[in-house]
Each structure stands twice: as structure tokens, then as C-alpha cells.
């Protein structure tokens, strides 16, 4: 694998990498194809071509997601930092860019069936974390995990071997190896997909985010036993500010409240209880980020596409929606739902 220089930090101007520029700018996401963003992240096809996606990734110096793209204006979403210049660069299997003060970092790694998710994780994060605490764009903002088979494991008859379960444990041993604690776990969403990797993306910054709770939900990394070995490590939301910019990065979200799945089988039901948690968090925000830009709308089955989109453009009619092809954490629950908020 290619090598290149790493993002590290820098105090001073005599350092010609690209952490000394200043955070001034307010970061945003949009559906285009533009060469100018911080990051360009690459949806699939509906026919799971990986090559094909490989080969986006590779032209366009994209960071690649498996999920295939149902329903967008583009194959192609856009995180902007400003006008500030962008550096880029590949550490073995670690693609980086970074500019305007905030760092995108992205791994994919093989993942065969056989493999243990647990080991995969903790390795896959901690190469991560690594890079992130030795960049002058320290503080995690937020987390994409895209996991093989997430629901996979449980025809063995133990819960505790369903594959997101055994992924939380990885990815919260290497959390704990670098001293993060919860109130340091980011907004966070973690989706299956039909491929044979395993893919993380992170959005980290210079300053640092508030990472908040929901009051209707118990906190992830406090879910009660039944739920795993070892609790999601992640907030239900980032807020984000410098000076006037202030952002709301809302982790994926879903039909829970308390810790419990609601409306099982009923996508309506599901979307609505949704879009209430949404709205919460929004409160919380103390109304500083109402706005909702961007969504990211994750379904298990494709015939759900269309009422899915019925209501979600009717709750959010100015945001640009995308709307991908993804299996829930949790097996029960067909829909899961993000957002960018400003």
C-alpha cells in the first residue's frame, strides 16, 4: 500500500504540514461531485459492483461506502470545511484529508466470514485513534462504521456472538486502550452491508465537540446487559461550535425509547418515534442548530423506499435526503436515520 506523510500535528508555521490552519470556517455536506471538498464519500450500486465502487474511490480520491444508494441526487456526498485548502494523503490502508481546522479519515479492511469482528475492530480503531491523537485535529466529532453481516452470528443460538455485538467490544477495547472514556465517545452510526469488509470513517476536529444525550433514550454506552457483552460506544449527537458556526451532528437514530425497540414491523410507526428522538435532540441542542440540511436515511428492505421518502421529505422539506440500502443494528428495526444539522 501506498505511503504518504500523516496529518501531524504542527504548533507553529515553520511546519509546512496542514494542521496549523485556522478553524474558521463553517463545515457543511451536500449531495455533488465536487474536487474542492474536504471529503467526497462514494455510495454503492444496487448490484453490490465493488469493483465498480473501487474504482470511483481510486479516480476521484473518495472515501468509499458499500451501502448501495436507493434514492439521491448524486452517488457522491460532499463534506465541505470553507475554502480552505484541502491536503490529502494514505498511510497503509488509511486514507486522510484534511483542511479548515477538521481531519476525514477513513480504513477499509477484508473481513472474511471467519474472521473475528471482535479482533478486526479493536485493530481497525486503534490504527484509527492512533492517527487522530498524534493530528493537530485531535477531538472526534463523529464516527461511520459499515459492518459485514451485522445481524449475522445468531444462528449459533448465543446472542452474545451477533456480529454488531462482538463489533461494539472491539471497537470499546480500543477505546478504552487510548483513554477515551463515554463522555468522549462521538455521534456515531454503525449499518451492515452484503460486502466482505469492514469500513470506518471519522470526522475529527481541532476544537473539540459537546457530545450530547437524549433524555428519552438511556444513554448507548448504558444499555442493560441483554444487549451484549459490551454497550455501543457512541453519544446520540455532536454539537459542534466555534465563534458564530455551530453545528449538530445527530448519530444514527431509530425507533427506540428507554433502551427498548418500538413498533415492530410497522416502518410508519417506526419513522415517526424516529423523527420525535430527532426532534429531541434538536431541543437540546438549545435550538442553536433547528435547522436540518442533510439526512442520511438507512433502509433494510428496498420496498420501503417509497413511504419511507413520503415522510421523511414531508418532516424535513428543505433538506437534501439521501436514502441507502443498509441493514439496522438491531434485527427488529427497519429503518435508521442522521442528520446534519446548522
Not at 424516529?274 to 435547522?291: R, Y
Request: charged share 15%.
Amino acid at each position: 500500500m501506498r505511503q504518504s506523510k500523516s496529518p501531524l500535528s504542527a504548533s507553529s508555521a515553520a511546519n509546512n504540514t496542514p494542521h496549523a490552519v485556522a478553524a474558521s470556517s463553517l463545515l457543511s455536506v451536500s449531495q455533488s461531485n465536487s474536487s474542492g471538498a474536504l471529503a467526497n464519500v462514494v455510495f454503492g450500486n444496487n448490484k453490490l459492483d465493488q469493483s465498480a465502487l473501487r474504482t470511483a474511490v481510486a479516480e476521484q480520491q473518495a472515501f468509499g461506502c458499500e451501502l448501495p444508494l436507493l434514492a439521491g441526487d448524486c452517488p457522491v456526498e460532499n463534506w465541505h470545511a470553507g475554502n480552505q485548502p484541502v491536503e490529502r494523503g494514505q498511510i497503509g490502508a488509511m486514507r486522510w484529508a484534511c483542511g479548515g481546522g477538521f481531519l476525514f479519515v477513513g480504513l477499509t479492511l477484508a473481513c472474511a466470514s471467519a474472521d473475528d469482528i471482535t479482533a478486526l475492530a479493536k485493530l481497525a480503531y486503534e490504527q484509527l485513534l492512533a492517527l487522530v491523537a498524534e493530528s493537530a485535529s485531535p477531538h472526534l466529532l463523529r464516527c461511520w462504521n459499515y459492518v459485514p453481516n451485522i445481524n449475522g452470528g445468531m444462528e449459533q443460538g448465543n446472542a452474545d456472538h451477533e456480529v454488531y455485538k462482538r463489533f461494539c467490544t472491539g471497537r470499546l477495547r480500543a477505546f478504552e486502550q487510548a483513554g477515551l472514556q463515554s463522555a468522549d465517545f462521538p455521534a456515531a452510526s454503525a449499518v451492515g452491508h452484503a460486502g466482505d469488509s469492514l469500513t470506518i470513517h471519522l470526522l475529527a476536529s481541532q476544537t473539540p465537540g459537546r457530545h450530547l444525550t437524549n433524555t428519552k433514550q438511556v444513554d448507548a454506552f448504558s444499555y442493560p446487559r441483554q444487549y451484549g457483552i459490551s454497550s455501543p460506544s457512541f453519544a446520540r449527537a455532536t454539537l459542534w461550535q466555534q465563534g458564530d458556526d455551530t453545528v449538530l451532528l445527530v448519530s444514527g437514530t431509530a425507533s427506540i425509547v428507554g433502551h427498548e425497540s418500538l413498533h415492530i414491523g410497522d416502518l410508519g410507526a417506526q419513522v415517526q418515534v424516529t423523527f420525535d428522538n430527532i426532534g429531541h435532540l434538536l431541543d437540546q441542542a438549545n435550538k442553536q442548530c433547528q435547522q436540518v440540511q442533510f439526512v442520511r436515511v438507512y433502509l433494510r428492505h428496498e420496498e420501503h423506499l417509497a413511504e419511507a421518502k413520503a415522510l421523511v421529505e414531508r418532516e424535513y422539506p428543505q433538506a437534501e435526503v439521501v436514502y441507502l440500502l443498509a441493514d439496522i443494528c438491531r434485527a427488529e428495526l427497519l429503518v435508521e436515520i442522521e442528520c446534519f444539522c446548522a
